[in-house]
């Protein structure tokens, strides 16, 4: 067999003809030629001559350990359609691609799954190289429909920089993906979202969940009046969650202090800051034996826990009709509670008391939102977003918003 058709058959790239292949050291340089006889240019439009023309290459996905190379000439010509020259389309390769597609289409699906180091390691390739083809990627597989018929969003900010920048995310609560992410976390940010929703698609809207964040409100009563604003669940929890830390660092346990001394770290104190944070549902037995201790040692600590508790099984358990009622009641009970923490949440509270039962009436819970915020907290961890808004922005479209990546094996 000859070497060419060798590499044909190797490559499989539709509608290209491998021309010749030349090795140098570890790498292999295929030069390659569209099969079709007229140029295309990435609008689509047809052009039958061509402007001038120049050879260019594209890395491809490794072979046997090699450095794949496609060249090819490529034509420049002049669109009647676009009404200026531009560089012809090539079957193997995104317009404007310094890599193959089989190549980008790789590095994609293995963005979505592994850290950025280890991919631009294992692809030989840069950091820099990984973002551009990212955002290649969620440009072409982006849905531009995402944004029609959204009747309940949820919108949340995400900090990076270590809290220094942030940036705005909105999610389809129906589908459970993200439909964008903007720059910034202000009124002018989501004004922008709503801006690119148009008048329409805004109307549509009933409900946008949020945290308590002025910015968001204000911005959706000016730009999307008649949808109900719904407090995220999620945050509330966050927030009670908080008061209960600030009542526990307030409470000396004398059996955790005995503990940690004997210990002599402080892995005592952290099994119970779990013991209270997390739900019911998630504590084993040790965790039932601290929370035994708290109620005998500081009733009162152990009294907010309840409280906390009980906050939990309104987005839980609760008829939504009684949310109202069962929400004032726990109000009452949390003011007179003793904590200043829980006297403070209790105010929160009733400050966005309408927001908090809207969410229950509505049956919004926050495990959607939840599960978007640990994605983008694992992209975050795999080093994807650092330092650009901008990367960070596209690995949210790419892992979020429900793009379908195949390997070019699958295919
Ligand atoms: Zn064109």
Redesign the pocket.
């Known amino acids: 067999m000859r070497v060419r058709t060798v590499f044909n058959r190797i490559l499989g790239l539709d509608g290209t003809a491998v021309v010749g292949v030349v090795f140098t050291g570890d790498e292999a340089v295929v030069t390659v030629r569209r099969v079709a006889k007229v140029h295309r ?5 047809r052009v039958p001559g061509r402007y001038d023309r120049s050879v260019r290459r594209w890395r491809h996905v490794d072979a046997c350990g090699m450095k794949m190379w496609l060249e090819a000439e490529v034509a420049r010509i002049w ?4 009404e200026r020259v ?1 560089t012809e389309d090539v079957p193997w390769a995104r317009p404007g691609a310094r890599h193959s597609q089989a190549f980008e289409d790789t590095v994609a699906w293995l963005a979505t799954r592994m850290d950025k180091t280890s991919l631009a390691q294992l692809m030989r390739c840069s950091w820099e190289a990984v973002d551009r083809i990212v955002g290649r990627v969620v440009v072409e597989r982006l849905d531009d429909s995402r944004l029609n018929n959204l009747v309940r969003i949820g919108v949340d900010e995400i900090s990076y920089l270590r809290g220094h920048r942030y940036l705005t995310v909105v999610v389809d609560h129906d589908t459970g993906r993200v439909v964008w992410v903007g720059k910034g976390h202000g009124v002018e940010t989501l004004e922008e979202f709503y801006r690119e929703l148009g008048f329409l698609r805004r109307k549509k809207l009933k409900a946008v969940t949020m945290d308590a964040s002025s910015a968001y409100i204000s911005a959706t009563r000016t730009m999307a009046a008649q949808a109900v604003i719904c407090i995220d669940p999620f945050h509330v929890i966050k927030w009670t969650n908080e008061a209960l830390d600030a009542a526990f660092r307030n409470s000396a346990i004398p059996t955790l202090k005995a503990q940690m001394k004997q210990a002599r770290t402080n892995a005592p104190w952290r099994k119970a800051r779990f013991a209270l944070r997390a739900g019911r549902q998630k504590l084993r037995q040790e965790h039932h034996k601290i929370l035994k201790v708290i109620r005998a040692e500081r009733t009162e600590l152990h009294k907010v826990y309840l409280l906390k508790e009980e906050l939990r099984d309104l987005f839980q358990i609760i008829d939504p009709g009684q949310a109202d009622s069962y929400l004032r009641d726990w109000v009452q009970r949390a003011a007179g509670s003793g904590s200043s923490a829980f006297r403070s949440l209790a105010q929160k509270i009733v400050r966005h008391a309408d927001g908090i039962i809207a969410a229950v009436e509505l049956g919004l819970s926050n495990s959607r939102s939840e599960g978007v915020n640990t994605k983008i907290r694992v992209i975050q961890r795999r080093g994807y977003g650092h330092p650009k808004a901008q990367s960070l922005a596209t690995m949210i479209y790419l892992c979020c918003s429900g793009i379908q990546i195949s390997l070019p094996t699958q295919r």
């Open positions: 240019c990435p609008c689509g439009c669109c009647p359609d676009c531009r």
